[in-house]
């Protein structure tokens, strides 16, 4: 039997169940966009606590949206557009090729509400679709910018969709080169001008697990639209990009390893130098045994968790009883529940990482820690986005 076909038929009750909740609980068709978290598993209303319009219109509870279940969305949908896209390689099922168009749409409005066009916003609000906060991060972006890739590549695509692809990645790379400068400290900026206070919007001169971003928007803006002008926007920072991601550690946070993956797996894809494709072949292949160290210790604490807490709603961020402050502004902490979410969370981000790996064995890794991490899970009863990455991991991995 083929081992892609029976690996997916051993999670199709799974998948079933998870596909639907994602789609009916955490996705809202007014912007096309997922969301962090549900507080209630009744559709129409799991996204009720999401920010009003008037807390967002005065930056409340912060410029991120923190904590306030809508501070992922770009992450959420280049994550699900890039797997969609590998699982439809395999399997060319019509719902896949509508539910991507549906995500490239959600896309599109992250990176065209704002007053500066081209800036990814972390999210749009679902109560008007154009309420947003005006503070992203390099994160977001690096997922938004993988899924679009991807897509562009992928026998998912439409000839409009791929117009729609070239345009945005333009826009996104030529406001990077305007405002990613010396005199801005190579930050981003907010979407307001602002200078971002989180240091999540430095795009230079960064940690290592981060130096590879900045030249992996410029290199999806040259491969897509073969304008040269983005390579050498690249090889600006290519050769000192790779030096310093040659120095990343052990420990980082789930979220790291995932988006260091997309930029070297980009990057090696979209450069002609060997050297440099052998490097970022490495560098890919590290991140990779990283991740099944910490993925294996990730599901050993996940089993620990009852299924009543596995089933926890996320809270009201407004009433939660702890707020630390972040980037000098208030940052509401879910408590317990957000400890069992990282986890949740992690688990998902960890199987993606393996299933982007060329080598076959670490893809049968992956699918190990995976199915234990979803063996105690009932996805139908899940508050946590984890399941978005969940949903990515099987389709790659079965792809």
């Not at 997922?143 to 969709?161: D, E, N, Q, R, V």
């Not at 990645?169 to 801005?184: E, F, G, K, T, Y």
């Not at 930029?263 to 045994?289: G, I, M």
Request: net charge neutral; proline share 3%.
């Amino acid at each position: 039997m083929n081992l892609m076909f029976a690996f997916f038929l051993s999670i199709a009750p799974w998948f079933a169940e998870g596909w639907e909740t994602a789609w009916s609980l955490f996705y809202a068709p007014q912007t096309h966009l997922f969301y962090d978290y549900i507080s209630s598993y009744e559709t129409g209303k799991s996204l009720h606590h999401l920010p009003t319009l008037e807390e967002m219109s005065v930056e409340y509870p912060n410029p991120c949206g923190y904590s306030t279940g809508m501070e992922d969305c770009a992450i959420l949908n280049g994550t699900m557009l890039g797997a969609l896209t590998d699982a439809y390689e395999k399997n060319s099922r019509k719902e896949w090729k509508q539910k991507a168009e549906d995500l490239l749409k959600g896309c599109s409005l992250l990176a065209t509400q704002s007053d500066a066009y081209g800036y990814v916003l972390r999210g749009v609000s679902p109560r008007d679709g154009h309420s947003h906060y005006t503070n992203t991060s390099r994160d977001q972006v690096t997922h938004w910018a993988w899924g679009l890739w991807k897509y562009y590549h992928g026998k998912i695509s439409t000839a409009k969709g791929r117009q729609t692809v070239r345009k945005l990645l333009r826009a996104v790379a030529d406001r990077m080169h305007r405002v990613v400068i010396p005199a801005n400290d190579y930050d981003m900026l907010r979407s307001n001008g602002l200078r971002s206070t989180y240091g999540n919007c430095k795009m230079w001169e960064v940690q290592p697990h981060e130096a590879a971003r900045l030249p992996m928007l410029y290199a999806v803006a040259f491969d897509v639209t073969g304008d040269e002008t983005y390579a050498a926007y690249r090889d600006e920072y290519l050769a000192e990009a790779i030096d310093c991601s040659e120095k990343i550690v052990e420990d980082y946070p789930s979220y790291v390893y995932l988006q260091m993956m997309y930029a070297f797996t980009v990057l090696q894809a979209t450069t002609l130098n060997s050297s440099y494709q052998n490097r970022l072949k490495k560098l890919r292949e590290r991140v990779v045994l990283l991740v099944a160290k910490k993925a294996a210790a990730n599901v050993a604490l996940l089993k620990q968790y009852s299924a009543s807490e596995l089933e926890m709603l996320g809270p009201d961020w407004r009433k939660v009883e702890v707020w630390n402050m972040q980037g000098g502004f208030p940052n509401p902490y879910w408590g317990a529940y957000r400890v069992i979410w990282n986890r949740l969370r992690a688990a998902g981000e960890y199987a993606c990482v393996a299933a982007l790996s060329d080598d076959m064995e670490q893809h049968l890794v992956g699918r190990r820690i995976w199915q234990a991490a979803i063996a105690d899970v009932n996805w139908t009863r899940t508050s946590c986005c984890g399941i978005v990455f969940h949903l990515a991991a099987a389709m790659t991995l079965a792809g």
